[in-house]
């Protein structure tokens, strides 16, 4: 079937995203329609002593102005944390209280403090700005490695000296042992540069109560609206779960930043039931800067041991992470269980220790952002074991191979057991796309041209298939990470997918249909996929962590089997045969080996016209299924970056990147290319533009794309991609996940460039010109002075 | 609430009377730095008077050896325009580098050097070239003109209506763009011409665009790149900002200005 599993199918979704017919949140006019603004902290850290909203409410068409303190009054609920983390010495984490809008300290710049609602988004904003507030400017906590120095501003009364948790991974002793006795030991500094996710659509929310039913809506820019219905009742208390709905729509990316839910939806609901107002919020680009949730921001010190032979004795880390003013949704786990746990690479490791201090900043909250946890351990590893192969004169690729692992299932130090993968072809074919034996002559061309050309390697692994719910739970987790689908065969044998899962640039509605289209044998436009609306879809955990393939596709794949077995005890009945005799092939039900057949839209029919089922069989065809997966999933790749520097200016030219990657089985190579493609420029963007800069008073510098460098297209080269597939035995497709790899595995690729073309390992991201032009004039003063 | 009364005069005599009577009334030119201001809140005029409707202020002509674009002109049609490309190649390529292709539709010029944004690059030509910026009452000459970031001779209500640009024997651009605005971080516009060469850098200074007088020295007496070899730039005076130091933009002066010479046609 030329829909199926691997065809290059056109992405059904494109017609109406890039003709400009996508239905946004902000698309959606209600009746009642009223807007709301945010009057915001101005300083990073406040108390807050009076709100006068006087002039604000004496503005034509401003309708009410509300506080925290009054939401508290209703009993709407502080924020929560969903995954629990227990430091080293036992005791559980401490975490600042986050109320929705601020009842007396302001802890960042943006923290809400108040809510404006109006008859246009116009008036509210322009009254927003006359709601005056009187406050005493309090000490900030700016900069992560200023949180734990002595005398360092408190954050939060509740947590002492900022730290929010001190945990640990794997063995320290035996690590400290193995170091000691090495014959070589690569020692580094390393930050991972503060981002800001910036998904094109910015955030938004339009809450609606409708007294007479007593019951809300909310649409929404979410990444698992399902999750937000439920925290949003159970936790923050504004309406029972049947009496909510949440609907997220179209979503124009995510990345992470649109998992959690933020102060202004819950705020929004609230004020539409305070006001009788639908009441509607869009953020502007700077709102997004000040107050989506970041990524990244650690600060590592690693240190790696090889025996003679290159073989790796130890790997030791200890890492600072910032965790910003207030403890998001999922922050916890990203430093420590998405980050720790990957610290074996893909290299056979004997002995691993990983420290995670995590901390509170008077910063906005940094939370998962595309890889979570997973590029700050790849970067650290991969630019450890290349500058390890430089100290120790070696190829940075042989350093890799002696040190790969070779054999699967394979139990790291961490934690994770890893499923399958073949490391050295991956690595091999990507050194060949890239023409690694010509380097060196490309190299001295470049020389002789005044540039310095440099390669870098990065092999890594990750986790995704987010994830087994027993395991997670037994780790801390809140919930559990499994999938949900529905496939319903309408009469005439069209199919409906209602999944869990949620689009918001991924191409579901392709991919998902395909493999429908591959078990049935219908064609793709035959099948539509329902999701994002809690109405509608059954209840599920959402898209992040590259889980809609090998989970939510698992699900429907389980669902199928059932529609599947219905359908052929249809047939058999119908046809006269025994069940175990007929096959699903082409669109057609067969029996096999006979010219006996049904059309799949027959069997439908059949199911709901209901005149001639087999003895005790239910009407209809539509099945439900709930997938745990057994394991995480673990896509591996080899990437390598070739760069050349002006040496006059630092700026650096990516001439090459190959990627050759293991995903497993691919449902669409179209989409999953662009997925790597997508991927790999914002590792790009993070290794050489992006970085969120607050000075130390706790402003952000780079809160528009005037001092916030995004990747451009001339920023990045055209890719070369390849794939080696061992697919994953523990999921009934043999997939691994594809969202994330770009991003968690180019990063180090493009650093360990550079430094080898400026022959300085002493480089942080993002690299910009400036930061290579001062690397290069650093190496200049260091040759000067031996 | 923020209103605005927006105009559109036929005449400059027109314009000028708008401006006359309104509270805090501003000329709206591409509207690329004003309206972007506005919706930021940080400029709420009562009135924009819009330029772009009087007649003739969006000419390009040459004689007598001087080049003269009208202050309506936008930055696409000065990047085009086949007697700039004629006249002086690198002022169509400047315009050609500036912002991205809706600005460069909207922008004009008359806006860019009005406004005298430290990091914009037309400034650089006027004062490379050693233009004259007209206005409805008078000509300034660019060495009177460019006062500071953001500061320039105008009085209140004044209108740009053309530059006059003298055309040198040759002349060149380069900019080294800020990776994130691509406003220049460093651009230098050399001109050579019968009174010796001039050197004009944008992007760098802490006072906005500026004459390198050592660089003018050393071209007047050779104009080629190597010439520039040796001399440098104090970084005091220099900008400093998350995108270079005051070090790093002094050096990139030096770099940019070569590339410019030897861009030079
Ligand atoms: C995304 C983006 C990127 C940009 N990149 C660059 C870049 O790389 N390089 C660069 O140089 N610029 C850049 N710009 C600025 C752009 O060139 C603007 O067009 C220019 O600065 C202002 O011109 P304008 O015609 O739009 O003026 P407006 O925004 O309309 O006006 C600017 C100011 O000039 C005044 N004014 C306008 N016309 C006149 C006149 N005839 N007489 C007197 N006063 C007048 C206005 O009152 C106002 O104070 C960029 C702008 C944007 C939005």
Known sequence: MSDGIGARVERKEDKRFITGKGKYTDDFRVDNQAYAAFVRCPVANAKINGIDASAALAMEGVIAVHTGPEMKEDGIGDLITGWSITSKDGSPMQCGVWSPMVTTYGRYVGDAIAIVVAETQAIARAAAELVELSYDELPATVQVEAALADGAAQVHENVPGNMIYDWEIGDEAAVNDALAGAHHVTEMRMVNNRLSPNPMEPRSAVAIFDEAEDHYTLYTTSQNPHVARLVLSAFYNVAPEHKLRVIAPDVGGGFGSKIYIYPEEITCLWASMKTGRSVKWTSDRTEAFLTDAHGRDHVTKATMGFDANGRIVGFKTDTLANLGAYVSLFATVTPTYLHGTLLSGCYDMPAIYGNVKAVHTNTVPVDAYRGAGRPEATYTIERMIETAAREMGMDPAELRRKNFINEFPYQTQVILQYDSGDYHKTLDMAEEIADVAGFAARRAEAAARGKLRGLGYSTFVEACGIAPSAAVGSLGAAVGLWESAEVRVNPVGSVEILTGCHSHGQGHETTFAQVVSDRLGIPVDNVSIVHGDTDKVQFGMGTYGSRSGPVGMSAIVKALDKVEAKAKKIAAHTLEASEDDIVIENGEVKVAGTDKSMAWHEIGLAAYIAHNLPEGMEPGLKEAAFYDPLNFSFPAGALICEVEVDPDTGVTDIVKFTAVDDFGNIINPNIVEGQVHGGVTQGIGQAMLEQVVYDDSGQMITGSYMDYCMPRADDVPSYALDHNATPSPLNPLGIKGCGEAGAIGSPPAVINAITDAIGNNDLQMPATPLAVWTALQNVKTSMAAE | ?265
């Not at chain 2, 390009?60 to 007697?83: F, M, Q």
């Open chain 2, 1 to 265: 609430m923020y209103q605005t009364k927006y105009h559109k005069p036929a005449s400059i005599d027109d314009a000028v009377a708008a401006l006359a009577v309104a509270e805090d009334g501003k000329v709206l030119g591409g509207g690329q730095t004003l309206l972007p201001t506005m919706k930021q809140h940080l400029a709420s005029p009562t009135d924009l008077v819009d330029v772009g409707g009087i007649s003739g202020m969006a000419d390009i002509s040459v004689s007598d050896g001087c080049l003269t674009i009208g202050a309506g002109a936008r930055h696409a049609d000065v990047a085009a325009s086949s007697v700039v490309r004629d006249a002086i190649p690198a002022l169509a390529c400047l315009a050609g580098g500036i912002g991205d292709p809706a600005v460069r539709s909207m922008g004009t010029i008359g806006g860019s050097v009005a406004n005298n944004d430290p990091a914009a690059d037309y400034p650089a030509a006027v004062l490379g070239l050693g233009a004259t910026v007209v206005t409805n009452t008078r000509e300034i000459a660019a060495d009177d003109f460019f006062e500071g970031m953001f500061t320039t001779a105008l009085e209140e209500d004044e209108i740009i209506t053309a530059i006059k640009f003298p055309i040198p024997s040759s002349a060149g651009y380069s900019k080294f763009p800020n990776p994130a605005s691509r406003y220049a971080m460093v651009g230098v516009f050399v001109a050579n011409g019968g009174s010796g060469a001039r050197v004009a850098v944008t992007g760098a200074g802490q006072d906005g665009v500026f004459r390198a007088d050592s660089m003018e020295s050393a071209l007047s007496s050779n104009f080629s790149a190597g010439s520039l070899d040796g001399t440098s730039l104090d970084a005091d005076g220099m900008m400093a900002d998350i995108h270079g130091t005051a070090e790093y933009r002094a050096h990139l002066v030096s770099v940019v200005a070569k590339r410019a010479v030897t861009s030079a046609v």
